[in-house]
């Protein structure tokens, strides 16, 4: 027993007793930045290490008369005599590929000419003038290998959907892993960081980079990096953007005299009545009595703000001693609503704290919160939107007293909605945590330990208060009816989940001359615990008390669950003369998801670089190449966000859901025991014990280079073949089977494409400019997913790519009865129908001389981008300085339906484009067809190729000029810079999508509008 104290003793004394010989010292640039993952080591032994995230290095065992070597691919190699120094400090200078050279990837850094996995990166500076409000927003065309839709402009909601490298799944989770710090988290973290926070953005494309993640790998990853302390005096930085919004695109529609007189063309190719009389239509047209005859623009009435004002305010500080550095940073970011109901703040705080506690020993501590408020109306702005869509300029929004006017019979006046009809106020609170600890062992150079534990938690309430508006009808006299009124209603929903991650890394790095071994051994858990419950309360006697306690009738829901994860992670790097490169990595992860014989798996990757610029002869024969690296690699990766249905393997029993309330006549399911009601159960899906995650088998070939110290080009091939897709065999069982079909593995989907990049930079004394590119082409195919024997060749989706659109084909209008007459029956209507000049004319897909429902084909690939790209370039000239960034997708499709683009839908209005190029008798040539208000021209079974649009487009993301104040001004106010800037997002938008934003996603139009903006903005360090 005293042995085994006295080696613990001896081990426990030797983490915090310096080794003799020992050099140390810190690895800087021309500029004074710290350079981490420098090779540092002894000429002709095999002492070495790289720097430390901080830039430091410790050698031990150091002759004194021995030459000290730092090298770093991007910089010039430095050897030093140490002629008995204890402490030497290193000045890299900058070498040909420039000193952007380190990046986050897979829990830890890297540097990037040592990369041979897939990664990009977007510049802090970037994501910085960006200025918006939703960090997803920001990345969007500034690297390739980004397919990204943003779907709303909505205030707090209008963040981008983002695909890495498209997508490859019809049934998983398509959202990439998010990792903030080395800690998995949520989509919302990202997006609803303060740009002041980041230090850089990393995405990781390939099975290389991001097959360490696993289970949450298949979809990509995003590694953020928030800002951390450095050594000196306190700097502060504040920053101040205020920014005018107003909507890219707009419906239009008629107004109320066109639509009247559309109305009555209508009635008259249909063979009925006029709508309206010649009076009526006279009074719609001069507009002396808009009471009785409105004309209304009811996005006008809407959107009644001009311009929505959104202003973002930063305060950070940071700096540090030799024992303890520090970053804070405080954000503000307020962003109205184009009307008066809906506003979205945030409000943003974070300190980072690096401590050393011995020479060996460092800890750190990082929180953050985020606190969101959303206040917007009863009815949330999808039913705004949805039915202000709807609205008829006939229908009247308001009097010219003041009163809100009833609406027509189905419709909804939203003006009255959203000025008297109630509210909902939100609350998301988000509190993230991370604590490390790090020894390094001294005996062992390059070997470390670190432990970490991460706490989140997030905490969302909200408060309904539902009202009907006083409303009023209008009689012929000029008299006004008041409208009764329901009781108003109460909603209270609260959520709470909270997330416990706990890692322990060994790391070991290590120089031995021209080898450079690194590897990682890691253990991961992660637990998430969620609560969700709600009330409902109806039947309140009076509007004065807005409490759970003055209704009459009140609901209680509430559920609870829990999510587990395990994982071992392995990682080995080496490097042979920085210039033969190899990684490996293997990851076991277990869920808890999935029955206990299919809840482990293994992922794994290897990936091969080789820097072929670093050869003799390539040097001697191609000095203009700079750099030149060639990489490839193969890895499986998977998905275990495949469903929402919890413990797939389980034969499941339902409760019924009552269809009215308690004492209604319908409550279907329920039972009568004793006089009171009883919930009743149902069978739910059958179990499958074999279900498990989607496995992703992915390839990638690329090469890095950069020509004449100024141009850097970037290419990357990938395929992808994502199998064991969670789907069930609901295409091929009939209908008739008695049971709710299991999940199964069964799909499979291909996915390849490539991607491209070109940079230039050059320096003419004091004018400095660039310009970049970026291209990426990916495209889906469907392999299997059990469609049914029979199914049309024409409406199969093994072979079509994921979300097609299916439907009938116009090939365009029929302009005369002779056409008719010579062309296939169409039959869309059924056998009866009779087609008129004047009908969409469909193709005869299958050639039987007959239109009907056989005829339905492939349309288009769906609205997400097969091609997307970005253009981005600018100048600094002495203290001033521009950008800007155009950014467009190509070889996508946008379907529309209903009131959108259809006229008269579900008694809408009429869209303007469709009333001007609608085939009447004085205009046969036209692009739309008849007023007959029939399935044949507006197909309600499957949508017609005639409103499914080419969604290509191009915009001006972004644009900036700023001006930075000179040294002479800032020296009398004390500061250390001070930037003016005016710039703009979305300011310019090319498209020939009809009505609406090019990337939105709902096709019926019913969302808050995409928006542009111009901005103002200061900068001030001090």
């Given at each position: ?22 050099l140390?010292g ?7 930045n ?15 290490t ?8 410790i ?17 010039k ?44 990166s ?38 981008s ?62 590694v ?15 920053s ?38 010649g ?11 808009r ?48 009307y ?6 945030r409000?943003?705080?974070?300190t ?25 109306a ?43 009809g ?19 062992i ?26 009907d508006?006083q ?37 070991y790095?290590?120089?031995f ?20 419950s ?14 759970i ?9 509430g ?28 990851r ?23 820097i072929?610029?670093?050869e ?16 490839g690699?193969y ?24 269809e ?6 319908n ?11 009883v ?23 690329g ?5 004449f ?9 990938f ?23 299991p ?28 310009l ?7 495209k889906?195919?469907?392999?299997s ?17 994921i ?23 169409q ?21 039987d ?22 253009i ?29 683009v ?12 469709w ?39 191009i ?12 040294k ?6 004390k ?45 001030v360090?001090?």
């Amino acid at each position: 027993m005293k042995k085994i104290l006295t080696i613990l003793l001896f081990l426990f004394v030797g983490l915090f007793v310096q080794a003799q010989n020992k050099l140390t010292g810190t690895v800087t640039d021309d500029a004074g930045n710290l350079i981490p993952g420098a090779n540092v080591f002894i000429k002709g032994t095999t002492i070495g290490t790289i720097t430390n995230p901080d830039g430091t290095y410790i050698l031990e065992g150091v002759m004194s008369e021995a030459t000290l070597v730092v090298s770093f691919i991007g910089y010039k190699t430095q050897e030093i005599e140490i002629d008995g120094q204890a402490e030497i400090n290193v000045i890299l200078s900058g070498d040909a590929i420039g000193l952007d050279e380190v990046v986050a990837v897979g829990y830890g850094v890297q540097k990037k000419a040592n990369l041979t996995g897939a990664v990009g990166s977007v510049k802090t500076d970037d994501i910085k003038k960006s200025q918006v409000a939703n960090i997803s927003n920001a990345i969007v065309g500034r690297m390739s290998g980004i397919v990204a839709k943003q779907a709303t402009g909505e205030p707090g909601a209008d963040g981008s959907d983002i695909y890495i490298r498209g997508v490859a799944t019809y049934q998983g989770n398509t959202t990439p892993g998010i990792i903030i710090d080395g800690i998995e988290r949520t989509m919302q973290d990202f997006s609803q960081l303060d740009p002041g926070e980041i230090e850089s953005v990393n995405v990781l494309k390939d099975a290389a980079a991001a097959a360490i993640f696993g289970m949450r790998g298949a979809n990509g990853v995003i590694v953020i990096k928030t800002r951390r302390g450095e050594t000196g005096k306190p700097q502060f930085s504040y920053s101040f953007n205020y920014g005018l919004q107003s909507p890219t695109v707009l419906p239009e529609f008629t107004n109320s005299y066109e639509y009247a007189m559309l109305a009555n063309e209508r009635n008259a190719f249909m063979g009925v009545d006029p709508a309206y009389s010649g009076d009526e239509l006279n009074q719609f047209k001069n507009g002396t009595n808009r009471d009785m005859y409105p004309d209304t623009d009811w996005y006008d009435v809407i959107l009644e703000n001009d311009h929505a004002i959104q202003q973002q305010h930063n305060l950070s500080v940071k700096g540090g001693t030799d024992k303890v550095n520090y970053f804070t940073s405080l954000g503000y970011l307020d962003q109205g609503g184009f009307y008066d109901a809906l506003n979205f703040e945030r409000f943003n705080i974070r300190t980072n704290i690096d401590i050393k506690l011995g020479t060996y020993t460092s800890f750190a501590a990082d929180i953050s919160a985020r606190m969101e408020k959303t206040d917007e109306a009863a009815t949330p702005s999808t039913g705004v939107f949805a039915e202000t869509l709807r609205n008829p300029s006939i229908m009247a929004a308001t009097y010219k007293n003041g009163y809100i006017a009833a609406p027509l019979g189905g419709h909804q006046n939203t003006y009255g909605a959203i000025k008297e009809g109630g509210y909902t106020d939100s609350e998301n609170n988000t509190i993230l945590t991370r604590l490390e600890l790090k020894q390094e062992i001294p005996w062992v150079n390059g070997l470390a330990i670190k432990g970490i534990v991460s706490f989140d938690k997030n905490y969302y309430k909200s408060k309904q208060w539902n009202r009907d508006p006083q409303e009023y009808s209008l009689n012929a006299d000029g008299t006004y009816i008041k409208m009764p009124r329901s009781k108003p209603s109460l909603n209270l929903a609260q959520n709470e989940n909270e997330f416990l991650e706990v890692q322990a890394h060994i790391t070991y790095d290590r120089t031995f001359g021209d080898h450079q071994v690194s590897g990682m051994a890691m253990f991961l858990e992660k637990q998430t615990n969620t609560s969700v419950s709600s009330i409902a309360a109806w039947d309140f006697a009076s509007e004065a008390l807005e409490q759970i306690d003055a209704a009459a009738e009140k609901n209680a829901t509430g559920s609870s669950d829990k999510f587990g994860r395990q994982s071992y992670i392995g990682r080995v790097n080496y490097s042979y003369k920085q210039k033969y490169l190899f990684e490996a990595n293997i990851r076991r992860d277990g869920t808890e998801n999935f029955a206990p014989d299919y809840r482990w798996g293994t992922f794994s990757s290897f990936s091969l670089g080789w820097i072929v610029s670093e050869e003799d002869f390539f040097k001697d024969n191609l000095g203009f190449v700079d750099y030149l690296k060639l990489r490839g690699s193969y890895g499986t990766l998977g998905n275990d966000q495949i469903n929402s249905d919890r413990f797939p393997y389980y034969n499941k029993f339902n409760l019924y859901a009552a269809e009215n309330w308690l004492g209604g006549n319908n409550n279907y399911g329920d039972y009568v025991f004793g006089g009171s009601y009883v919930k009743g159960f149902a069978p739910g899906a059958i179990g499958n014990e074999a279900v498990s995650w989607e496995t992703s088998t992915k390839t990638n070939i690329g090469l890095d280079a950069r020509l004449f110290e100024k141009i850097d080009i970037n290419f990357d091939y990938f395929t992808e073949t994502r199998s064991d897709i969670l789907t069930q065999r609901s295409a091929s069982v009939p209908l008739h089977f008695g049971a709710s079909l299991p999940l199964e593995n069964i799909g499979e989907v291909e996915n390849k494409g490539f991607e491209a990049s070109v940079g230039f930079n050059h320096k003419i004394n004091d004018f400095h400019f660039f310009l970049n590119a970026n291209l990426t082409v990916v495209k889906n195919e469907i392999i299997s997913m059990d469609e049914a024997e029979g199914i049309s060749k024409y409406l199969k989706r093994e072979g079509r790519p994921i979300d097609a659109y299916y439907g009938y084909k116009a090939v365009g209008i029929f302009k005369n009865q002779a056409e008719i007459d010579g062309y296939a029956k169409q039959e869309l209507e059924g056998a009866g129908y009779v087609t008129q000049p004047g009908d969409v004319k469909y193709e005869d897909i299958n050639d039987d001389g007959v239109v009907n429902s056989d005829d339905r084909t492939f349309l288009g690939e769906g609205n997400v981008p097969n091609v997307i790209y970005g253009i981005s370039g600018g100048f600094e000239y002495k203290n001033f300085d521009f950008s800007f960034l155009l950014q467009g997708a190509a070889d996508v499709q946008y379907q529309l339906q209903s009131q959108i683009v259809w006229p008269f839908f579900n008694g809408g209005g009429v869209p303007q484009f469709w009333a001007d190029d609608h085939w009447s008798t004085n205009n046969t040539d036209a692009k739309y067809s008849n007023l007959n208000i029939n399935n044949h021209n507006f197909p309600q079974d499957a949508t017609s190729s005639l409103y499914v649009y080419d969604a290509s487009y191009i915009r001006l993301k972004n644009i900036e000029l700023g001006y930075n104040l000179p040294k002479s001004v800032l020296s009398g106010l004390k500061l250390s810079g001070v930037r003016l800037y005016v710039g703009g997002q979305n300011l310019l938008t090319f498209s020939d999508v009809p009505q609406l934003d090019p990337e939105a996603i709902n096709n019926l139009g019913q969302t808050y509008p995409n928006v542009k903006s111009v901005n103002f903005g200061v900068k001030v360090d001090f």
